[in-house]
């Protein structure tokens, strides 16, 4: 799948994709406070990728030698026993802090709704820090809507110092 606007195409990411890709995850983790080695960040998103866990779509911005990764969202599959269908979570959305605001986020959730509906999905999810006010003006200005009917919760596997996410 490939989408072209404004000098940006949406693209399926590959293998041929990871540097780039690793690059932007990186300080979309360190937003979160989650720090983590490039090389750990790199395999994470190889074995997604690999394993066809996850589907990543990357903005690009140019051509040829140019050419430069912009942003990239990241979803996962799942399902969901209420609805009795397929769905999607969009676990990561990430854009370039130089190429914000010019349409690049929209691009990518309309990548990422384009395939979801494709795959015959009823629902694609999202979460995003309670904090993070820019991030929930783009997924509301999309179409998302604030869920009001449930408590999100989770619970740690692994110790660590401080929880992943706060409900």
């Not at 990543?56 to 990764?69: H, Q």
């Not at 605001?101 to 995003?128: F, N, P, Q, Y």
């Not at 003006?137 to 992943?164: H, I, W």
Request: with cysteine; aromatic share 8%; glycine share 6%.
């Amino acid at each position: 799948m490939a989408s072209r606007d404004r000098g940006i195409r949406v693209l399926r990411a590959t293998r041929a994709h990871l540097d780039a890709l690793t690059d932007l995850f990186v300080p979309d983790l360190a937003f979160y406070r989650r720090e983590h080695d490039r090389d750990r960040v790199r395999e994470f998103l190889s074995e997604r990728l690999a394993r066809k866990e996850s589907v990543i779509f990357v903005a690009i911005e140019g051509t040829g030698a140019n050419a430069s990764t912009v942003g990239f969202v990241q979803l996962d599959p799942t399902f969901s026993s209420l609805r009795l269908s397929r769905m999607w979570v969009l676990n990561d959305l990430y854009t370039a802090p130089d190429a914000r605001r010019r349409g690049v986020a929209h691009l990518l959730i309309s990548a990422a709704r384009t395939m979801a509906v494709g795959t015959s999905a009823t629902h694609l999810e999202l979460l995003t820090a309670r904090d993070n006010h820019a991030a929930q003006r783009v997924y509301e200005s999309a179409g998302f809507c604030r869920d009001e009917q449930f408590c999100r919760y989770g619970q740690d596997l692994v110790r660590r110092e401080e929880p992943v996410f706060s409900g």
